[in-house]
């Protein structure tokens, strides 16, 4: 096998070319969508997007999931007055910017990796999101403020709601 004697000042030059080349064929692959989430949005916007993606909208912000037009961020998760009805009895959508304005972030934290399989809530979503997701949710709606009033009180099972509600499958 033959053997390069290369001067060290060559070698080093090669290696920066080398180190070059890979630092621009990496810049100009295109990231992915998520790929640039992550780089982009931290704190309050990441809580956004998060929330709006996973949903929390449709039913803890009133008419969301009905009206035509979108709902001003302004109004959102400020508790919902449908019912939700199974065998836990009847709840509503808590208002969220009430009860995240009495509770710490790290409190936020606890609560939301808690798997309960009494309501018909995210329960099962939040504990696989992040702490990342979850410090960015919590920030967002700290963000948006206290608004509105507290959600109707939930009802034993066996009870007929007065107001609307739904049958809803208890979750399995
Ligand atoms: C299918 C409707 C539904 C969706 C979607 C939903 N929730 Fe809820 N949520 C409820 C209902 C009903 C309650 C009241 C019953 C309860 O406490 O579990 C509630 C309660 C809560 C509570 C209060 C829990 C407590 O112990 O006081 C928090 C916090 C919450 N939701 C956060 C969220 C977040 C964050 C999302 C999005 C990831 C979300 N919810 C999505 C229906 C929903």
């Known amino acids: 096998m033959r053997e390069f004697n290369l001067p060290g000042q060559l070698v080093v030059s090669l290696l920066v070319t080398l180190a070059m080349t890979i630092g621009c064929v990496e810049s100009s692959k295109p990231l992915s969508d998520a790929e640039l989430k992550n780089q982009q949005l931290s704190g309050i916007d990441r809580g956004r997007y998060v929330l709006e993606i996973m949903g929390c909208n449709d039913c803890h912000t009133p008419d969301y999931m009905t009206s035509k037009i979108d709902i001003p961020e302004a109004d959102w998760l400020t508790g919902g007055s449908l ?11 808590s208002n969220l910017r009430l009860l995240f304005n009495n509770m710490s972030e790290d409190n936020w934290l606890v609560l939301a990796r808690q798997m309960r399989k009494d309501s018909p809530m995210a329960w099962v979503m939040l504990p696989k999101t992040s702490e990342q997701d979850l410090r960015a949710i919590y920030q967002f709606v700290k963000y948006l403020g206290p608004k509105g009033t507290s959600a109707p009180e939930s009802l034993p099972p066996g009870v007929t709601p007065q107001g609307s509600y739904v049958d809803y499958p208890d979750p399995h």
């Open 83 to 93: 019912g939700f009805r199974g065998s836990y009895g009847t709840v509503y959508p």
